[in-house]
């Protein structure tokens, strides 16, 4: 792991210095992010659209690299967070990492899971830290859901279900080409459904197997639009995902975990209902009913409440950095969420269960034209 030599100054660590690769629509999160944190400074940004990398760069007051290596150059980027198409996140984070440079790579870890392993197998080759961004593991209701799973207050976990409804128009996939196609992007659950099926995993444990079903119904797009999928966990627990970019007007994100001994409900990252067995009692005796929000993530205004999660994923990650150790969400995590949208397409398309792991090499081709 890389030390910066101008990490520590007089026993105080110097802020990290970021370069962010790809200025579009997430990357002012990042921006934000990082400007919210005394230990993080950002210090350039580089796109292949030089013009959007040079606006960027004026509004939030850094540098802008005439391309990738000009910003991989720079010694005083520590870390970069990789924003550019899905599937891209691998080509330019190996590149990233050959740099030695530490990684924040944006969800998905990228489209396919060939892709995907050769970015992690370059990280720990190069012996860089790496995240993969599932900010919502950060929000209010999910640490205390987590806090809640780890005293084992729900029992012996038995249904999970992940839920994402919501509503994208023609013209959010008509705004970039590589929206809405299988090499760059995938459909609803690869990108926008992916967020909950992280949090249904890191709730439930790993995956076992895969049975779904798939449709393309209101997008001009070759990509799915709705994707429902039944899966058995290791564990011996069931669960349901489910996402869309075509339920209209769209509803809150939604996460189920029932245990033997309680439920938990979170929308959009609040716990809305939480009910716990009493202490002691046989299951069927209720020791607390919560119907209403869990508090707010910590941050005061709403601008704040937008980059929270986010800011404190980024946090982690140098946190990590500085203590040797790994980052609460790994480039782990992000392949095996990865690895269940790959297996809900397989299952889709091929009309049958997929079993976890997948055998390597078995879904190379993301569009599963193989
Ligand atoms: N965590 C979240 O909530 C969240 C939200 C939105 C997007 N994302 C993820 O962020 C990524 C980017 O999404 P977006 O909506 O910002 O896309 P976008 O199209 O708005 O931005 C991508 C940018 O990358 C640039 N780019 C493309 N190829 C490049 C290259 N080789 N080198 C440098 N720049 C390059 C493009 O010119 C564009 O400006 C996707 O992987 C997406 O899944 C995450």
Not at 65 to 75: F, I, T, V, Y
Not at 80 to 92: F, M, N
Not at 124 to 140: L, P
Not at 284 to 297: E, F, I, K, M, Y
């Amino acid at each position: 792991m890389t030390e910066p030599a101008d990490s520590r100054r007089g026993g105080t660590r110097t802020p990290r210095g970021f370069g962010i690769i790809g200025t579009g629509v997430i990357s002012s999160i990042h921006a934000r992010a990082i400007a919210s944190l005394p230990d993080a400074r950002l210090v350039a940004v580089t796109d292949v659209d030089h013009e959007r990398a040079n606006s960027f760069a004026a509004a939030h007051e850094c540098a802008a690299e005439p391309d990738l290596d000009h910003l991989l150059a720079r010694g005083d980027v520590d870390i970069v967070s990789v924003c550019v198409p899905s599937g891209l996140h691998a080509e330019v984070g190996i590149r990233a990492t050959a740099a030695g440079k530490h990684l924040v790579v944006e969800k998905p870890l990228d489209v396919s899971l060939e892709a995907a392993d050769r970015l992690i197998a370059a990280a720990g080759a190069a012996g860089v830290v790496m995240t993969v961004i599932s900010q919502h593991r950060f929000d209010s209701g999910l640490i205390e859901l987590r806090r809640l799973l780890d005293d084992g207050q729900l029992g012996r976990l038995v249904l999970g279900e992940a839920s994402t409804k919501w509503y994208r128009s023609q013209a959010y996939y008509d705004s970039a080409g590589w929206r809405g196609t299988w090499a760059l992007d995938g459909g609803s659950l690869m990108n926008q459904g992916i967020h909950y099926a992280d949090l249904l995993l890191w709730c439930m444990g790993p995956v076992a197997e895969v049975t779904a079903m798939f449709s393309t119904q209101t997008h001009q797009v070759e990509v799915e639009d709705a994707a429902l999928a039944m899966l058995r966990f290791a564990s011996g627990a069931v669960g349901t995902v489910v996402a869309s970019t075509a339920v209209f007007p769209g509803l809150p994100q939604r996460l189920e975990i029932s245990g033997t001994r309680g439920t938990v409900v979170i929308e959009d990252g609040e716990i809305i209902r939480c009910e716990l067995s009493a202490e002691g009692a046989e299951p069927g005796q209720l020791r607390s009913v919560t119907a209403g929000r869990s508090a707010p993530a910590g941050a005061a205004g709403s601008a704040d409440l937008e980059i929270a999660s986010h800011a404190a994923q980024i946090k982690d990650l140098i946190d990590a950095i500085n203590e040797d150790r790994v980052p609460s969400v790994t480039a782990a995590d992000g392949r095996a969420a990865l690895e269940v949208v790959c297996a809900v397409y397989e299952s889709a398309r091929a009309g049958r269960t997929v079993r976890l792991p997948i055998p390597a090499g078995l879904l190379d081709d993301p569009a599963g034209s193989r």
